[in-house]
């Protein structure tokens, strides 16, 4: 069996794997792609120590580190289910049951999309969904927020004090954000706020976006907007699902953890994107994996000698 067994191989994945394997310790990693959320990207401009540096770039830089060690990589595998005891198991969709002393459970998140023509075209290309990532790209330009909840609302005051202009597009007839925030957001100058709106289409010239089309609700009649940014804040979905009922999630699906990262089961820690954490960032999940790795450190030198 292992002692460690890592599963999801984004950064706080690689960062559980370098501090488990620097204790000496057999460790594992199962991930479905390695690498994370962080493929996806196109600027990491806030990396503290890397100026900027490209998604994929970083992505590989992870994997060298981690290959650095003896670390048992299992690749585009994907963990199903995960079961308690003295010995913990993950079992994989292709029927593999892993063993280990402690598990560390590292699975990220995954924007929710919004689902309309342009989206995927334009993803990086002028579509976001990090306003704390990609907000200074669009310094002095006009965006677009969707979504009036918590997070849309955060997302359009944020960039409200960096971009030209921003206007934020709600569903519903209401926003759903709190009111100090709704508040914050009306004393802005050049934030505008459109109710009843449903997206319709991203559009672009082929290489950028330049555009947005909304059906208003109430009405039904068709609007454009010239933009040069989407930001997309429906959502983000904690990858934590195959959990559900083995360990405490909180009200958002995300895994519940405490300070060390230690879950409601003994044995098993969680970090990064997928838990309680405040704050989805490269930076933190990479802080968040080391603490985890560490945490389970201690638990492994606690269990009784056999
Ligand atoms: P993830 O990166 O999501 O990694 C999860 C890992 O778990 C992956 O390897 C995945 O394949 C694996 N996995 C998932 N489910 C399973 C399963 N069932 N079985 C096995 N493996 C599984 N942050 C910044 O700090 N700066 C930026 O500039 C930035 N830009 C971003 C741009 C975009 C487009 C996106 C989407 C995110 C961006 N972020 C940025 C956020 C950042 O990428 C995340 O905060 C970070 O990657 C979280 O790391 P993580 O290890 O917790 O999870």
């Known amino acids: 069996p292992f002692d460690v067994l890592i599963v999801g191989g984004g950064p706080a994945g690689a960062a559980a794997a370098i501090y488990a394997a620097r204790k000496g310790i057999r460790t594992g990693v199962l991930a479905d792609r390695f690498g994370g959320q962080v493929l996806d990207t196109l600027a990491i401009e806030n990396f503290v120590s890397l100026k900027a540096t490209d998604g994929p770039k970083f992505a590989v830089a992870l994997e060298e580190h981690v290959k650095e060690y003896d670390v048992d990589i299992m690749n585009t595998q994907r963990a199903s289910k ?20 402690s598990v560390i459970i590292a699975t990220g998140a995954r924007w929710r999309e919004i689902n309309v023509p342009g989206e995927k075209e334009y993803k990086n290309h002028g579509v976001a969904y990090c306003p704390h990532c990609d907000g200074p790209l669009f310094k002095g330009k006009r965006v677009s927020v969707i979504g009036g909840g918590n997070s849309g609302v955060e997302a359009a005051i944020d960039l409200a004090g960096i971009v030209k202009e921003v206007t934020l597009i709600e569903y519903g007839n209401e926003l759903r954000a709190d009111a100090v925030l709704q508040r914050k957001l009306y004393s802005l100058p050049n934030v505008k706020v459109i109710k009843s709106a449903q997206t319709t289409e991203i559009h ?12 208003d609700r109430t009405t039904g009649e068709l609007h454009k907007l010239e933009l040069e940014g989407v930001f997309v804040q429906i959502g983000l979905v904690p990858n934590a699902e195959w959990l559900k009922g083995t360990i405490d999630l909180s009200a958002h699906g995300e895994i519940e953890v405490d300070a060390r990262g230690h879950t409601s089961l003994p044995g098993v820690f969680a970090a990064g994107d997928v838990t309680t954490v405040p704050f989805k960032q490269i930076v933190i999940a990479v802080g968040e994996g080391a603490k985890a790795s560490l945490a389970a450190f201690d638990h492994l030198i606690r269990l009784p000698v056999e």
Request: proline letters at 0%.
């Open 82 to 101: 995960l079961v308690g005891g003295k010995l913990i198991e993950v079992h994989t969709e292709t029927g593999a049951v892993l063993k280990s002393k």
């Open 204 to 215: 672009g010239d082929g290489k950028i976006v330049n555009g947005l089309s909304y059906k």
